[in-house]
């Protein structure tokens, strides 16, 4: 499958309640905040998106309140950033039957995997995706 993804893609910041809940009101309006400012596309639930502590039940309220928010106006990428193969795959799997246009793989975060590893991986994940992937480029951090 090719996209012809082009243009800024910003990595959104997920926004909290008091009580630690998920905002979606405060998470809507900042996604219309960035479209109205000319964006080309949102990404959600990356690092700056609290990913590594968001459950997998948020990361999908996340994904949910920006496609809504963002109402077919520009693609809208969940981030996938799972510290297994099998986590990733349903992850992407369910993030397809929620809205997201995309995805943002990163690889395995936990141990640092071999490029064969690291193939494999974005293969195995790639070939579960029912939608296009954008690779997550961090040589230094991933060693690849």
Request: with cysteine; glycine share 8%; net charge neutral.
């Amino acid at each position: 499958m090719r996209t012809d993804w082009a243009g800024v893609f910003p990595a959104i910041t997920t926004k909290f309640r008091s009580d630690a809940s998920v905002d979606r009101d405060a998470i809507a309006a900042h996604c219309e905040f960035q479209i109205t400012n000319g964006v080309h596309g949102l990404v959600v639930a990356g690092s700056l998106g609290e990913n590594g502590v968001l459950s997998i039940a948020e990361k999908l309220e996340v994904l949910q309140t920006a496609v809504t928010a963002s109402g077919g106006r520009l693609p809208v990428l969940l981030t996938v950033a799972e510290t297994t193969t099998a986590a990733a795959c349903e992850l992407v799997k369910t993030g397809a039957q929620k809205g997201a246009d995309g995805f943002m793989l990163l690889p395995p975060m936990r141990y640092v995997s071999d490029r064969r590893e690291t193939l494999q991986y974005l293969r195995s994940v790639a070939q579960s995706a029912e939608r296009p992937i954008m690779i997550y480029n961090n040589p230094v951090a991933y060693g690849v």
